[in-house]
């Protein structure tokens, strides 16, 4: 278990503190509506930190080839599980190098707002290396008021309870966050520390990245489409940004 992050309930827990039966059972949300609006029929798409495939399953459904990468092979079973055709990676998202280049890539689940800075880096560094030069990279990030709005709940179409409990300051702009999740027979809870960032951060990480924010694709700002940066070529060493 990462520091910081624990979780409970039944069956495995990952190292951020996912239980993967509770992903297998949560209802997706509008984020397939979102990707397909966002980028070209039919596109390659590498989606970083799948989980159980709940987002995966819809896209490829809708025609996306898609390519599922997690760090939890109890995740990416639930994926083949839910979505046979669909090619998983085992493996951690910051050294990842497929050695291939995707239409789009997909940072989502807020991975973007983890406590570390290096992590964070090189969260965006694997979008980067994977996107086409023409590409564009989808990232998902919390609400503004995401860590003063708490206590709140809402209720998941799967019939479960979310509710964000607290999120305590733990040092450094970081917050320790406590969910719950209910359901009629069962229960989870979550532990996990994230790093709020406002608009210019967040485009300063980008930038340092390679990337350059194009659009805000939802209206309360969750989901951004990035662009690579254009780069040239060196005599001297390897592409350059500009």
Known sequence: MREGHQGTGPGAITPDGCAVELYRRLAVGDEPDVIEAAVPARSTVLELGSGAGRVTEPLAARGFTVTAVDESAEMLAAVRERSPGVTTVHGSIESLDLARRFDVVLLGSFLVHTAEHR????????????????????????????????????????????????????????????????????????????????????????????????????????????????????????????
């Open 119 to 242: 992590t964070r880096q090189a969260l965006l560094e694997t979008c980067r290396r994977h996107v086409k030069d023409d590409g564009r990279v989808l990232i998902q990030r919390e609400g503004e008021d995401w860590h003063r709005d708490v206590p709140r709940e809402r209720r998941d179409a799967a019939g479960c309870t979310v509710r964000i409990l607290s999120a305590e300051p733990a040092g450094d702009g970081v917050d320790s966050i406590h969910a719950e999740y209910v359901f009629p027979d069962a229960r989870w809870t979550q532990t996990f520390l994230s790093r709020s960032l406002d608009g210019p951060e967040f485009a300063r990480c980008l930038a340092a990245a390679g990337l350059v924010v194009e659009d805000v694709l939802t209206d309360d700002g969750t989901w951004v489409r990035a662009r690579p940066e254009a780069r040239r070529d060196s005599p001297d060493g390897p592409p350059e940004r500009r």
